[in-house]
Every structure is written in structure tokens, then in C-alpha cells.
């Protein structure tokens, strides 16, 4: 069979399951960029019903040029969680690479992802941005469904401490991201911007809600700064969990620990109950402190190495879906419980989460 065959008769291609996937289980997933994507790829390998809420901030690459040009929300991170969410199949294979393909010229396209291109042809052709994401997905044959978290694009401002004590605003999400300093303040640009029902819906109808891995200012805690968003969290009558980086410190959390980053989760929004934590104790060196912290605020701590391997900050979907069957299945325990992934019958080594 062609990799082109239509999407009503894919050939399946060996891939890691972690049991049977959920039939019943549904499951929000917030956040942006390659954490969200890194997350995806893991709960699709376990679950059916999956929603994932992505950040519309983006004004870097591909997605900052289109902003500059048409009135749209930045495709990029949609992209890369559609990508994410692409079916067992060589009509999906084919199709995830599609959509992520690069452009290399001297014109005017180099640089742009096809995806990105797609992606905003339908918002012009359909009118809606959420049809034309769900347009999207059936093309791919997406498991699950994707969101923005806001009908308008948003921006990114943050108070940034450089190293001589001076403060700067910095706007952008991509000039945040690589600022030079230490981000003491962030918000978004409109701060009560319009957020789909389908979103307000989507949590509220999910078991669980999780929130993490990505870019903790650019990508985590935008959802909790939007106030429809924040408090449809509050409400709901899901589990929420916060799966934690595998690396602090880095780029916009220069100076920060992980347990610096969760209390400022808290901080963001205190009247949000967490249920769970999902750590690596391999990659985070505050391990302990914070699952200490966690423990505090009455939260179970689940930690277990979800890197591809030790030292390298890059999740393992496989291990990353086995550590959420656990926690979705109730079985985890004290705080050092680090059980191995359970052997597996198959892997398909393209499907790796450094793709």
C-alpha cells in the first residue's frame, strides 16, 4: 500500500502501546511548543480522548512572519501538537512529516513550515479557526483534538533583572525566551482575551488536566494568567496534575530551580488545587525538595526518570505514558517509588521523542 493511501485504510506500523489505550479516559493537556508536543506523543500512546490547549503567543520563526502579514493566530505550536497527535499509519506518517516540512530557499518561503501555510489557508477558506483545526486533525487522522487557548493572538511581556540590577521590559514571547537576566514579572497582551467554549468545555468534562512540560513563562503559566481559564481549572471536577521540565535554569528560568518554578505556580494562581506531581528524579537534581514541597501543598509525588536517558533533557514517550498510567491507574505511592517502565511488546524507533 501507498504511504498516500486515504485515511479510511491505513496500514498500522509497530508501535509501543502502553496496554490498550482508554476508551473512557479524557484528558486535557495545557501548554505549548515542543513540551506540549513531548507530552502528546506520550498520552496517545495511552488515552483516546485528548485535548490539547496551546498557547497563541508565538511572534518568533515561521509563526511571528505570518503574524506580521495576516491578522491570525501563530500556527506554529497548533502545528506541532497536531504533528504530535498523528495516527499509527503510514497516511499519518507521511502526513506528521508534511506538515512539519521546512522550507530551504534564498526566497521568501525559506524558513516557513509547510504546516504553518496549511494551517492558515484553512482559517481563510473556513472563517473559523477551531473548524479549520479540526479540519486539520481529521486530515492527519489526529488522536485527540487540538485548541488554542485564545481567539485573538496574544503577546508576552515580562520584567526582566539583567545582571547589572537593571530592569527592562521585554516583550515578545521569543525575546522573553532568550532574555538576558532574571524574569521577575510576566503578563499577556490583552489580559482577558476571548477563550473558545470548546476549551471552557474540554476541562470541564476531563478527568484529567495537566499542565506542563514547556517553556514555564512563555508556555505553563500563560494558561493560568488567562482568568476564564484559570478558574474553569479551579472548578472542574477533574485531577489536575503539573508534569515538571526535565532541566531549570535554562534560557527564561536562568538562576531558578525547579521547586522555584513550582512555587511560582502556586503563587500564580493559590486558590488552583494540584492533585499530582510528575518528576524525574534523573534530570532534576531538587528532586526531593520538590516532592518536599509538593507534599506541603497536599500533593502526591510521582517520580520517575521519563528522559530518554540519564543527564539527556529530552522526554521518552514511552517511559513519560508508562508514568502516566500509573498515576491515572492510582499506583503510586511515596515519593521515592521510581519503578521501572514494564517491558513493552513493540517499538517503532521513528517515533522517538528528539524527532
Known amino acids: ?78 502545528r506541532m501538537a497536531l504533528a504530535a497527535l498523528c495516527e499509527d499509519s503510514d497516511w499519518g506518517s507521511i502526513w506528521r512529516d508534511v506538515i512539519q516540512h521546512r522550507f530551504s530557499t534564498t526566497g521568501e518561503l525559506d524558513g516557513h513550515a509547510l504546516g504553518n501555510l496549511l494551517i492558515v489557508a484553512l482559517w481563510q477558506i473556513l472563517e473559523d479557526p477551531i473548524a479549520a483545526l479540526d479540519q486539520m486533525g481529521e486530515l492527519l487522522g489526529a488522536r485527540g483534538r487540538v485548541l488554542p487557548m485564545a481567539l485573538e493572538p496574544l503577546d508576552i511581556e515580562a520584567d526582566v533583572l539583567d545582571a547589572s540590577g537593571t530592569m527592562r521590559l521585554v516583550r515578545g514571547q521569543a525575546q522573553v525566551a532568550k532574555a538576558d537576566g532574571r524574569v521577575q514579572e510576566v503578563r499577556l497582551l490583552p489580559a482577558t482575551p476571548r477563550v473558545p467554549e470548546q476549551v471552557i468545555e474540554a476541562i470541564h468534562r476531563a478527568d484529567w488536566v495537566i499542565i506542563g512540560p514547556g517553556s514555564w513563562y512563555t508556555s505553563v503559566l500563560p494558561h493560568l494568567m488567562i482568568p476564564e481559564i484559570a478558574e474553569a481549572i479551579r ?47 534523573t534530570a532534576l537534581e531538587d528532586a526531593s525538595e520538590l516532592a518536599d514541597l509538593a507534599d ?47 517491558p513493552l511488546q513493540m517499538e517503532d524507533p521513528r517515533d522517538g521523542a528528539h524527532r
Open 1 to 78: 500500500m501507498s504511504p498516500a493511501a486515504r485515511p479510511g485504510t491505513p496500514r498500522r506500523r509497530g508501535r509501543a502501546r502502553i496496554g490498550n489505550p482508554s476508551t473512557g479516559m479524557r484528558v486535557v493537556a495545557l501548554g505549548g511548543g515542543h513540551g506540549l508536543a513531548a507530552n502528546l506523543r506520550s498520552l496517545r500512546l495511552l488515552v483516546e480522548d485528548i485535548t490539547a490547549v496551546v498557547t497563541v503567543a508565538d511572534n518568533g520563526g515561521s509563526s511571528g512572519r505570518i503574524r506580521t502579514e495576516l491578522p491570525v493566530l501563530p500556527p506554529g505550536d497548533l
Open 235 to 281: 472548578t472542574t471536577s477533574a485531577r489536575r496534575c503539573v508534569t515538571m521540565n526535565l532541566s531549570a535554569g535554562t534560557q527564561e528560568t536562568e538562576g531558578r530551580s525547579s521547586r522555584d518554578l513550582l512555587e511560582e505556580l502556586f503563587e500564580r494562581e493559590p486558590g488552583i488545587r494540584f492533585d499530582a506531581l510528575v518528576a524525574d528524579p
Open 296 to 342: 506541603r501543598h497536599g500533593i502526591r509525588t510521582l517520580l520517575r526518570q521519563v528522559s530518554v536517558r540519564t543527564g539527556v533533557a529530552v522526554h521518552d514517550p514511552i517511559r513519560l505514558a508508562a508514568a502516566y498510567r500509573d498515576l491515572f491507574d492510582g499506583a503510586y505511592g511515596d515519593v521515592d517509588d521510581q519503578a521501572p517502565t514494564p
